[in-house]
Nanobody
């Protein structure tokens, strides 16, 4: 059974940093595209970042470019999101997602393209 489990969320002051982790089990995801999404109360799930396995390219939504970094450790079957210079608008539940499909770059932002999801971890940025 495939499982994704996020951790590392919490309460942080504006300007602070957090590192989210996503532990994958059940199979190896080294050949799959992995991503982070987030969902704030009353809003739709939003793409944050993705890492494409075929070439290692990384993609970010504009609002987090220069502040967030996505990375993976294939040996540990894990995905990470380093979040720096946090802002109040980063407050959301963050989800790890994996797709087994070979999707084009423009489709990476579509949550319907992802086959596996974690349960989410809450990130709250507040003073």
């Amino acid at each position: 059974q495939v499982q994704l489990e996020e951790s590392g969320g919490g309460l942080m002051q504006p300007g602070g940093s957090l590192r989210l982790s996503c532990a994958a089990s059940g199979r190896s995801f080294s050949s799959f595209t992995m991503a982070w999404f987030r969902q704030a109360p009353g809003k739709e799930r939003e793409f944050v970042a993705a890492l494409r396995s075929t070439d290692g390219n990384k993609y970010y939504t504009d609002s987090v470019k220069g502040r967030f970094t996505i990375s993976r450790d294939n040996a540990k079957n894990a995905l990470y999101l380093q979040m720096n210079s946090l802002k109040a608008e980063d407050t959301a539940v963050y989800y790890c997602a994996v797709t087994a499909r070979r999707i084009i770059v423009s489709a990476m932002r579509d949550p319907r393209q992802y086959d596996y999801w974690g349960q989410g971890t809450q990130v709250t940025v507040s003073s």
